[in-house]
């Protein structure tokens, strides 16, 4: 009798399939982008959107070298350590994007390209560029947003990064507020609360909207 120890496989298809569970809105696959660049050390974000295209672009660290491509951008689920992020924990976010349509990511030296609905589990890459600064991240959408859609996206990443204390715009329109500049009825080592009378209870995690609770 012989014994062996072998490790169990994912099949490629449960990873397309998790990466596209997980994008359930689009403002939520951006607010990813955000967190990372947050991450990353950016000191601002910018978000260009149109009806066919956005663009996330922020001055934060991005990708040193090959060896964090493969390890960070290329490798699905590989953990943060303790006190490398604010955000992260899996690395699994980027998947989102990846959802909503053909991506390129550029930073360093290194252009990234990533379609999978065409391509599937695979990217380009391209190296040896004119050095860029930060990341910039270009989305393709494989389906078009309306006006309407463009507004609500809007809207939805308004909240979404409110009290983030560094500036993120959208459209060339400031976003976000540094929560330290506002008056609040309430502040302690943990918290600032503001306390009304009228909607819903709105909570907020390092800047980052997390749900909303009835009044009652």
């Known amino acids: 009798m012989a014994t062996a120890t072998k490790s169990l ?23 990813e982008a955000c967190m990372n660049s947050v ?9 260009e959107a149109t009806g066919g295209r ?16 493969d390890n960070f951008f290329a490798t699905f689920g590989t953990p943060h350590k303790e006190g490398d992020a604010t955000f992260g924990r899996f690395r699994m976010g980027r998947g989102q994007l990846f959802s909503y349509g053909h991506n390129a990511w550029r930073t360093r030296t290194f252009l990234l390209k990533v379609d999978i609905d065409t391509n599937g589990l695979t990217y380009d890459f391209t190296d040896e560029l004119e050095p860029f600064k ?7 959408l494989y389906r ?19 009290y983030y204390t560094i500036p993120v715009t959208f459209n060339d329109k400031q976003i976000s507020t540094d929560p330290a500049t506002q008056s609040w009825d309430i502040e302690t ?15 907020f995690h390092l800047g980052t909207f997390i749900c909303e609770v009835p009044a009652y």
């Open 189 to 203: 080592e943990d918290a600032f609360i503001k306390l009304s009378d009228k909607g819903s209870l709105e909570i």
């Open 134 to 140: 930060g990341c910039e991240i270009i989305i393709d």
């Open 54 to 69: 956005i663009i996330i672009r922020d001055d934060g660290k991005g990708f040193s070298d090959t060896v964090e491509i």
């Open 144 to 162: 078009e947003l309306m006006p309407e859609d463009l507004r609500q996206l809007e809207r939805d990443m308004m909240r979404a990064v409110r």
């Open 39 to 47: 991450d990353a050390g950016a000191t601002g974000i910018t978000i």
């Open 9 to 31: 496989k994912t099949h490629p298809n449960l990873l397309v399939s998790v990466i596209r569970d997980q994008a359930t809105h689009l403002w939520k696959a951006l607010l």
